[in-house]
């Protein structure tokens, strides 16, 4: 009788222990397809994940035009290097992508000979960006992740102040950010920005379509503050859940069943016969 005691007060305790295990995280079992929703991400408003930033510029200039002249091609030369300012908004959809509407420029080159001042003019930019945040897709979201990789390309209109002249151009970068806080993160900004021979009102016919286009190298770096909501959820609320595949949940399910039938016949082993 005292061993079946000793073994009655053993499964109880086991049981205890589960439930005690049980109320801090609740195991539950999903299929695969229940387990994708769970770690998917839900859709925010459209007032949510705005964010602004502002930053300053270094700017080098190639200009059709300068094909045939015989000036250094260095993208630091001083006769095409300037300094520019830049704002933006950008509303991101998902952790993964987002659209970017950025206003740049002020001081430009059109680089026509090897005189700095010659070459000055006013210019602004302003394009379109789908961005691709990379980090996210890769490693998936974090919201306190402190580094992130943000590839784009863009399209827009330059204004050439200077000669009057309105160009289409194609923009192509990568913008890496580093949080510094909650809600603000500095960035650098590497891009490529091409237009047509109509920006600085000069055009030069070249058997290299590539040098055929006024084109500019941007440099950035700023700070971008993230408006209001900043954060993304889970389409499904894990807090206090733990996602156990199905399967698993089958092999313990049987392997618990075991136990209890070999308990069970112990005690009727036991009550049979008694000492």
């Known amino acids: 009788m005292r061993r079946f005691f000793h073994i009655y007060t053993l499964a109880s305790l086991c049981v205890c222990a589960a439930s005690v295990s049980a109320q ?12 994708e929703l769970a770690t998917s991400i839900a859709t925010n408003p459209f007032s949510h994940n705005w964010e602004l930033s502002v930053g ?4 080098s200039f190639f200009s059709n035009q300068e094909t045939a002249l015989d000036i250094s091609k260095s993208p630091f030369a001083s006769f095409r290097t300037n300094i520019g300012l830049a704002v933006s908004a950008a509303k991101w959809f998902t952790p993964q992508i987002a659209l970017r509407t950025k206003l740049s420029g002020a001081w430009g ?17 302003l394009h379109e960006d789908v961005m691709v945040n990379l980090s996210n897709i890769i490693y998936d979201y974090e919201a ?40 603000l993160k500095a960035f650098a900004d ?27 190298l941007a440099a950035e770096i700023g700070v971008t503050y993230e408006l209001g909501h900043n954060k993304w959820h ?13 399967q698993e949940t089958q092999r313990e399910m049987k392997r618990i069943r075991r136990q209890n039938k070999d308990l069970r016949d112990k005690m009727m082993w036991m009550q049979n016969n008694p000492q």
């Open 56 to 59: 300053l510029q270094g700017l």
């Open 109 to 125: 080159r059109s680089v026509s000979t090897d005189d700095k001042e010659g070459n000055a003019v006013n210019y602004m930019h």
């Open 24 to 35: 801090e995280k609740t195991p539950v079992a999903l299929t695969s397809e229940e387990e």
């Open 190 to 216: 590497l891009s490529f920005n091409i237009t047509g021979d109509e920006f600085d009102d000069q055009a030069v016919i070249s058997k290299n379509i590539f040098k055929n286009h006024d084109r500019w």
């Open 234 to 246: 889970r389409a499904v609320e894990l807090e206090g859940i733990e996602i156990v595949p199905w």
């Open 144 to 183: 306190g992740r402190k580094w992130n990789i943000i590839p784009y390309f863009g399209v827009g209109m330059a204004r050439n102040f200077t000669h009057n002249e309105n160009a289409l151009t194609f923009s192509l970068g990568f913008v890496p950010t580093y949080r510094l806080t909650d809600r």
